[in-house]
């Protein structure tokens, strides 16, 4: 779509500068056609548009209008300029000013704002004020001076404040791929929310560690030791309806990494942030149901046999989030190596739904592997 629009524009610059050529026929039968005159004889004038060469017979033409050698010029400099190139824009628009060539001022002008709606130097230049947040020209304000602008429209501040709410409601509702009619009705439906920070993922092998023998008994006594490795950080979000039973929702669920420092006596407090991320929670996510269980604590009593949190780094991506029992599960640190043993981390989770927030953070000790 952006390819498409770039396109699109490039496409009406060029159009436009082709109009611009001052060279105008005026017709007898009162319309005019705007180019560039090729060539003219007491029989025929051709003239070449932005369609293709037109030719006309003189006995129907009432005037032709010539343009000056510097408006041609002008044109044909504005026709040779990339599309998104303001600045080359704004230098002719002041030369073509300068030199008096107002409907050739006022056409590269329009080219501006036709790349940027907003550009002040363009909308003053052709005597627009800003009123009520948006451009306008004095005769239109002069003319609606019981309303306010808004997008192009003029409407009492009643149905402008309207207007903004739908607006603002379309867009919000947009990130999250439902309709503002399917949204208001998730919203209604759920009464609360809960957001956890869960060090979920890792793995504990039984290593024998040495045999001790007792004595007068026939057997050893065994000391074991556990190897244990943090994985993942879980972010978990539910939402539940007015039966207390789980349901899908959206929002942004922003989620925020720091280091850990300790002062003189002891005291644990976050120091700098480490990463800083913000996921948008749809309601299709809710679809793909896992079993979080390989992300949990494996227990082997003997030799360490290989689990699925071995190919990780694979799993990380393409799991990054899933919905265990209705509740979603939101990986922190999808970089495995982001966080590492031995060391203490504080994650703090912000999830927002549209005017409701809620927080949560915790200390999380990743272990160093024995």
């Known amino acids: 779509m952006q390819v498409f629009r770039v396109f699109l524009l490039s496409f009406l610059l060029v159009l436009v500068a082709s109009f611009a050529v001052a060279d105008e026929v005026f017709l007898k039968n009162g319309g005019s056609i705007k180019g560039d005159v090729v060539s003219q004889d007491d029989t025929y004038v051709v003239l070449r548009t932005a369609y293709g ?7 129907d033409i ?5 343009s000056t050698p510097l408006e041609k010029e002008l044109l044909a400099d504005l026709a040779a300029l990339a ?41 003053k230049a052709l005597g627009y004020v800003k009123y009520e947040g948006e451009w306008v020209t004095p005769k239109d304000k002069e003319l609606h001076q019981d309303l306010v602008p808004y997008k192009g429209r003029w409407v009492t501040r009643t149905q402008r404040d309207v207007l903004i709410k739908n607006d603002e409601d379309r867009d919000y509702f947009a990130r999250f791929d439902v309709t503002p009619s399917q949204g208001q009705k998730i919203i209604e439906a759920i009464s609360d929310f809960k957001v956890e920070i869960e060090p979920r993922g890792g793995f504990m092998v039984r290593r024998h560690v040495s045999t001790i023998p007792v004595k007068d008994k026939p057997y050893v006594y065994s000391v074991d ?28 669920l922003t989620v925020t990494i720091y280091s850990v420092t300790t002062d003189a006596v002891g005291n644990r407090k976050p120091a700098k942030p480490i990463l800083t991320e913000t996921v948008s929670l749809k309601p299709e996510m809710w679809e ?7 992300w949990d604590t494996r227990i082997n009593h003997s030799s360490y046999e290989k689990h699925p949190a071995d190919d990780v780094k694979k799993l990380w991506f393409d799991n990054y989030f899933m919905n265990f029992d209705g509740v979603l ?3 922190a640190n999808r970089n495995i190596n982001l966080l590492a043993p031995p060391g203490i981390y504080y994650v ?3 999830f927002t739904l549209k005017n409701k927030e809620k927080k949560a953070g915790r200390y999380v000790q990743y272990a160093e592997p024995r």
């Open 53 to 59: 060469s037109v030719t006309f017979e003189a006995c």
């Open 62 to 66: 009432s005037e032709v209008n010539y």
């Open 83 to 123: 599309p998104s190139d303001i600045p080359s824009r704004m230098k002719l628009a002041k030369r073509a000013s300068g030199s008096g060539l107002d409907e050739v001022t006022r056409k590269i002008y329009g080219q501006v704002l036709a790349i940027n709606p907003d550009d002040k130097s363009a909308r």
């Open 225 to 252: 030791a556990l190897t244990w490795k943090r994985l993942g950080v879980f972010v978990s979000v539910s939402f539940i309806d007015q039966t207390r039973r789980l349901v899908p929702g959206f929002g942004d």
């Open 288 to 294: 793909k149901k896992s079993d979080i269980k390989y």
């Open 329 to 331: 599960y939101v990986l």
């Open 348 to 350: 703090e989770a912000v």
